[in-house]
Each structure stands twice: as C-alpha cells, then as structure tokens.
C-alpha cells in the first residue's frame, strides 16, 4: 500500500469537513473528493463516516489515519534536513503575542545568521499550538499559561513571569476612595464593579481565562460592554469610562488616563519556550533558541 499526498487525508479529518479541507488545501472539493474515493476503492473499506455534517473516521480511516501521519512526518523531516544541508529551511514558530513583538527584534539577527532561512510564524493561544505540536506542525512555541494550565510534559524554559492587573476609569467612584498604590481584593470587586461594565479579552487567550476565573470565584457575573484583545484600545475605551477591564500589567501604562489596582491575591501568567518532543533540531533552531532566551532577559530582565 502506498500512501500518496497523506496531507490530503489528515486535512480532512482535523477540519472535519471536505468543503473546509478543500479550502485549506487550495484544491478543488470535487479533485479531494475523488482522492477520497479511490483511496477507499483501493482499500475496500470506508475511511469516514459522515454524522451530522461532520466527516468522522471510521475504525479503518483511523488506521490510515496513523499511516499517513507517520508518512507526513517522514516527508517533513527529510526535507528539512535536506533544507538544511542547503541553508535554506523553515523554522515553524507558534507565538503568543508576547511572542510576536520579542520576534520582532530577534528575526533580522537570525536572518543575519542563517540568510537562507524561511520562518513560518502564527500567532495562536496555548489550546491551539499544543495540537500543532503533537501533529508535528509547529517546532517551537514562545506560549502564554495561567496557573490554571497543564504545562507542557516535553519541558520549557521559563521566559517570563507577568501579573494581571485591573483597570479603572480615573473617575469612577472605586478610585476617590482609594489611594494610588492601593491593591483591590477579590471579595471586594463585585460591590466595586456592580454598576460598572467590563470589557473582556478574547476567548481562549490567557487573561480571558483569568478573567473567566476570577468570577467564577467571586460568584460575580458582571456587564460585558464587549469582547476584544486590542490592549492598546482597551486602555482608551477605559480612559474615556467605557467600563472597567483586567489587562496584563505591561499593557496599563500604554497611553490613556486610566487607574491602575493590582489583585489581592495576585493572578499571574507565565510566557514559556517549548520545544515539540521529537523536534531534531539544527543549528538553525539552535540558534533561535538562543536569541529567544536572550532578548527575553534583554527586555524583562527575568530569564
């Protein structure tokens, strides 16, 4: 049995359907739908099932399923040792967006170092890269975790360590009473907030989690004025008293008039690099490695 394009059939059962597997691919729904087909005619078995709209692997397509990963990686890492050998291969990057901007400052001097080298970079949540990792998509991660995460069982190095903090319009009634370096405690945020709106960070990402946290505890359920992760524009809604919000701390002294609590008991998320487990690495991701942790320490002074 030759497996043949195994990107086809592992595209189709993460997306669960042939319409957004098609998409992905840049191939047409017809031309993967044959793929499909012969494969399963060659075979003599069904490789999905389909419930509910969603393409879901049988018994047998998950026995494929396991060839064809087992053949992508093998393609995949030919090539980049082959990529490598010509000084001309792709770094596969999952960032946090922490990640992004440390990403800024260290490409020109990787590019310096390597002048052939191709970096594949994506901006993704926790949830989303560890996948990524497992499927062999991603080389290394520079990943935001709460407390409430599981870390990563292929161990990381620690890059930095930063609180939540909340965010209050300068005239909102909390803050007349309330000195500037005063800390607000859990208990009292729901009496503070009542009548106040909030604005939350996207879903998934680490101060959403944190957020969601917080009020589950509290048994508070507040006014969310909208949802975005825009730090820069969630500092001036706050500073025009569009409601309140929980930022990261390096996020609330970026313009805007806004005042500024800790959280008594303190929330904390760490930023983390993680390599994938069966990563081999080259001198390439050696080196990545290196000015990741270095510009790191540069710019937090932590690592």
């Keep these: 049995m030759e497996i043949k394009n195994p990107e086809y059939i592992l595209t189709i059962a993460d997306e669960g359907s042939l319409t957004r597997a098609a998409e992905k691919l840049y ?76 990403m800024i400052h260290i490409l020109p001097r990787l590019k310096e170092r390597f002048p052939g080298i191709t970096l594949d970079l994506v901006e993704q949540t926790y949830d989303e890269m560890r996948p990524m990792m497992r499927e062999g998509r991603v080389d290394l991660a520079i990943s935001a975790l709460t407390d409430d995460d599981d870390p990563p069982g292929q161990g990381y190095t620690s890059l930095y360590q930063e609180r939540a903090v909340l965010i209050l319009p300068p005239d909102h009634p909390y803050c007349a009473a309330h000195p500037e370096d005063a800390s607000i405690a859990w208990r009292e945020i729901g009496r503070a907030l009542r009548n106040t709106g909030f604005l939350f960070s996207d879903r998934g990402s680490t101060i959403r989690k944190m957020e969601e946290r917080l009020f589950q505890t509290i048994l508070f359920r507040p006014q969310v004025v909208c949802e975005l992760d825009r730090k820069d524009y969630m500092r001036r809604m706050v500073s025009i008293g569009v409601g309140a919000a929980l930022v990261p701390a390096s996020a609330a002294g970026e313009g805007g008039d806004v005042r500024i609590f800790d959280l008594d008991p303190p929330m904390v998320r760490r930023e983390l690099l993680i390599a994938r487990r069966d990563l081999q690495r080259t001198p390439a991701h050696a080196c990545l490695e290196r000015l990741i942790c270095e510009e790191a320490a540069k710019r937090t002074g932590q690592c």
Excluded: M
């Design 27 to 102: 191939v047409t729904q017809s031309a993967l739908s044959q793929y499909l087909l012969k494969i399963e005619n060659d075979l003599g078995v069904t490789l999905f099932h389909r419930r509910k709209g969603r393409w879901i692997p049988t018994e047998a397509g998950e026995v494929y399923l396991r060839g064809a990963e087992a053949v992508y990686r093998a393609q995949a890492a030919t090539e980049e040792e082959l990529a490598a050998l010509r000084g001309c291969e792709t770094l596969h990057l999952a960032v946090s967006a922490w990640g992004s901007e440390l």
